[in-house]
């Protein structure tokens, strides 16, 4: 009667244990209440950035992955808390009717609002030439039909300040015209650049190069890397440019050759609302 007894504690102590052993919950709107929490954002991006620099993460764990979706991956199944993402990655990609649809963005947490742009190689004569189409593509409405696809609509912006298109010595736009094509450093995420059901590439950012392209008669070839590497494969010439939802920063526009703005965005935090 004893062993059964003390067998019969043993359990009961053990429920106990199991059930104040489930994932803890964190506060994600202060330092305090993110303390231990695993924080996840992509390597080389701007959400890193914010994860390693912002006091708000100071007293969470820092992981570094290799895409923004599969930053989104390991919230969802619990291997991290929180990621740090583009807020036009949020849009359309968590939530009802996505395959995430248990993560959310955290309100009322939102990081550096900020400017996306395409970019080139130090001192390419290709930016104004990008520039022209853009804004040729935004006069006749076709901007704002490809963003509305998207549900982009209102992040779109192009300002009309920058310089008239002129070739120079040594051109890069010469390089690329000669070439036939203009070769796109992407990373895959929607809705900037992914593939659909069909394993066909699609998504803003593709959508909006295809027609710049054909604006200025090259063909758009849309090449994969690793985002850290981006500016290596820049200068390497194994891309022209980089066209994906790329942040303009002041080392970016020390490095590279950038176009006027095309599309606001902001860093924001993801949760998974079923832990």
Do not use: H
Request: with cysteine; net charge negative.
């Amino acid at each position: 009667m004893k062993k059964c007894l003390s067998l019969a504690i043993i359990a009961i102590l053990c429920i106990g244990c199991f059930a104040g052993c489930g994932k803890k919950e964190y506060d994600f709107t202060n330092t305090d209440g993110l303390k231990g929490a695993t924080i996840v954002a992509e390597k080389g991006s701007a959400g890193e950035s914010v994860a390693t620099k912002n006091a708000l993460f100071s007293k969470a764990k820092y992981t570094a992955v290799d895409t923004q979706a599969k930053a989104l991956m390991e919230v969802s199944s619990g291997t991290a808390d929180a990621a740090i993402v583009d807020y036009v990655m949020s849009i359309g990609s968590i939530g009802e009717g996505t395959d995430y649809k248990d993560l959310a963005v955290v309100n009322g947490v939102e990081f550096n609002p900020e400017e996306y742009g395409i970019a080139f190689r130090k001192g390419s004569d290709a930016t104004n030439f990008i520039n022209q189409a853009l804004m040729q593509l935004k006069e006749d409405g076709t901007l704002q039909e490809i963003a509305s696809k998207y549900k982009l609509q209102d992040l779109i912006q192009v300002k009309d300040s920058f310089d008239e298109p002129q070739i120079t010595e040594d051109s890069d736009w010469e390089y690329i015209k000669n070439k036939g094509k203009l070769i796109i450093g992407i990373t895959y995420f929607a809705p900037m650049n992914y593939m659909d059901d069909n394993n066909n590439l699609i998504g803003f950012d593709t959508e909006l190069a295809q027609a710049v392209c054909a604006k200025l008669g090259v063909e758009p070839v849309f090449q994969e890397i690793i985002w850290e590497a981006k500016e290596t494969e820049l200068a390497a010439k194994n891309i022209d440019c980089i066209w994906n939802g790329m942040t303009i920063d002041d080392e970016k526009k020390e490095n590279m050759s950038l176009t006027i703005p095309y599309m606001e965005n902001k860093q924001v935090l993801v949760k998974n609302t079923s832990k």
